[in-house]
Each structure stands twice: as C-alpha cells, then as structure tokens.
C-alpha cells in the first residue's frame, strides 16, 4: 500500500490519495466518506476528515500531533488578525506589538522551535454618538480558538463597577458561542453593541457626583517587589503603562527589582492588573499607601516624573544578568524621597548607609 500525506493547515486543505489495496478499501474510503469505494480505486480524501491523532500512537506521534495542532490554531490567529486590521485600518486602532506576528511566522516556519509569545493586541472603539473610546484588550492563548480568549473592555469614561459588570456581561457572550469558532470579531462587535448603556449609567452617576468627586481625591501609592528585572519587553510595558495612567515614580532595574507608582487610586490599581497580566510570577505589592486629600493629588507626590534607576550593580557571578544592584545606593534615594521606611518593609531588614 502507498499513502501520500500532505500536512496542512485546514486554511488550505489538499486532496489527498489513497491507493487501496484489496481488503482494506472499506475502512480506507470511512475516512473519506465515501462508503463504496472498491478495492484497488484511487479515492479522493478531505484532509479535515483525518483526526489528529490516533488512540494507538506512540509519544513522539502524539507530539507531532499537538505542534500541528497549534500551528493550524496560530495560522487561525493570523487570519483572525488580517480581517481585523481591514476592519480598523486608521492609526491607533489596533495596535500590536511590531514582533508579533513575524514571531508567529517563524514558528509556523519552523515548528520544531519554541512557542512564540501569546498574541496580544488592542482595538480602540468608539461608542454612540459621543464617539467614547473603548479599548478591547485581547490576549490569545496558543490553542485559540480551540480554548477561550481572555478578553477586557476599559474605558476611561467608566466606573469600576460599570466596567465589572461590563466584561462579566461579555465573558458570558463569549462562553455562549459554539467552541473551536474564532470570536474575537464577535467580541468586537458585542462590546460595540452593548457598552452605550453602562456608559450612560456611568456618566448619570458622575454628574450627580461630580461635586464630591471634586472635593476629595485620595492618592495612592503602591511598593512593588520583583525577584528581578531584565527584559527590555517588560520594562518598556512598565513605562508606557506609567505613562499612559499618568503615574510617578521609578522602576529598578536588575536584581532585586522595585517599581514604585503613586497617583490616583484607580489609575494604580489599572497598572498593578495591568503589568502582571498575563503570567508575571515573582512579583508582589508590598506595600500600599493611601493619602485622601481635598485639593489635587499632585501637591501629594514625592516623585515629579517616572524615573528609570539603574544603580551600579556589584558582584560578579560569571552569568548573564547574575547581579546584585547597589542597596546602599537605593537606600540614599529612598530617603532623599523621604521614604527611608520603604527599605525594611521591602527586604525584611533595617537600613543602613555606610559612614563613608
């Protein structure tokens, strides 16, 4: 028996040939739905008849079996991707990470490597005749769309709870949409369809509001511990997130890593979710400050701007990154941003500046 194989995404399915020996042309032609086939007939098979793989393989089958299998749910990614970008061609739109996309292409190139990074991107919406921005935030995991995405809608122009009841409303769409179908485009559209009414419900309760809103401000300021800091990914991440939620303070670079953010209370709490979502492990808040006050929180900073501190690092490992950063140094800057308290509640122990 001879059996042409050709292994595709079901993007682009190829007929295959089976050449059927006496004996076996029944079972052969199952698998291509044709229950008549005869012995010896050369039959016609859809490649998306043939499972992924058999109860019968060995390990290293079943292997290949799920790298194809998240090829063919990447190559699905793409496509999902390229329909997205000719429905929200105008800048800012969508937005994705330059490398995305040509990380995935190596991957589909190369199977055999790593997994690239998950598929992350936004898209800007703008809702009712006010045109007030939404942002999907989009996160897709490898097996996508065979498993869920994780999907958020935030918007500026909504309250906490507007904006909880908001993505619950829309975790429960998704999960009621027939699995393994590409939804992301149905997201889209859902959040588009279904976030003028939180938003007026929203700005009714501002209004009313808006006086003790006016009054009172309360800032916080939130003291976060990482094992370390390297990539230049995530630190990037780090700085435009600051950036955008108008956050001061610093991150420090190396090991141990420090991120100090203060200002308004929700703005701190956007970037605490933000920068561990999806998968940061070795990080905590360790401490959190709240300052309420009846004028601007601005008068209540200690950082003017958000700093990048890069101490000089001592030590010497003989391994990449390996380093320890200078605590004495670090314990200056704390105390010239009257925050000496900071170090014993980061590191456990009370510190000291030398006297030289």
């Not at 970008?85 to 040509?102: I, N």
């Not at 956007?270 to 006050?293: D, G, L, M």
Request: aromatic share 10%; charged share 20%; proline share 5%.
């Amino acid at each position: 028996m001879f059996l042409l194989f050709l292994s595709r995404a079901y993007t682009e399915p190829r007929p295959l040939l089976i050449f059927v020996q006496p004996g076996w042309g029944g079972a052969w032609a199952c698998l291509g739905g044709w229950e008549e086939a005869q012995p010896g007939q050369v039959t016609p098979i859809d490649q998306r008849d043939i499972p992924d793989h058999g109860t019968s393989r060995s390990a290293g089958v079943e292997g290949s079996a799920m790298a194809s299998t998240v090829k063919e749910c990447l190559e699905l990614q793409l496509l999902e991707v390229e329909m997205l970008l000719s429905m929200f061609p105008k800048r800012g739109e969508f937005s994705l990470d330059a490398d995305a996309v040509p990380s995935i292409q190596r991957y589909l190139s190369n199977a055999d490597g790593a997994l690239p990074p998950q598929l992350e991107y936004r898209i800007a919406l703008h809702v009712g005749e006010a045109k007030v921005k939404v942002e999907l935030q989009v996160l897709l995991p490898h097996m996508y769309p065979q498993v869920a995405p994780q999907l958020f809608a935030r918007s500026d122009a909504l309250h906490r709870q507007q904006q909880l009841q908001l993505n619950t409303r829309l975790t429960s769409h998704i999960s009621s949409l027939d699995p393994g179908d590409l939804c992301v485009c149905e997201a889209v559209q859902w959040v588009k369809d279904n976030s003028l009414p939180f938003l007026e419900t929203c700005q009714a309760s501002s209004e009313c509001a808006a006086e003790a809103v006016r009054a009172k401000e309360k800032l916080r300021r939130m003291w976060i511990y990482s094992h370390h800091i390297y990539r230049q990914e995530l630190r990037k991440k780090i700085f435009d997130c600051a950036k955008k939620l108008n956050l001061t303070g610093f991150c420090l670079t190396g090991k141990p890593g420090v991120i100090c953010v203060e200002g308004l209370q929700e703005n701190c709490e956007e970037f605490w979710r933000v920068i561990r979502y999806p998968n940061w492990k070795h990080i905590s808040c360790k401490h959190v400050e709240n300052i309420e006050t009846e004028g601007s929180v601005d008068n209540l900073r200690l950082f003017h701007s958000f700093e990048d501190l890069q101490f000089q690092a001592h030590g010497d490992y003989g391994l990449r990154n390996d380093y320890h950063m200078d605590l004495g140094q670090f314990l200056e800057f704390l105390k010239q941003h009257q925050s000496g308290h900071i170090f014993q509640i980061l590191f456990g122990v009370e510190g000291k500046l030398s006297d030289n």
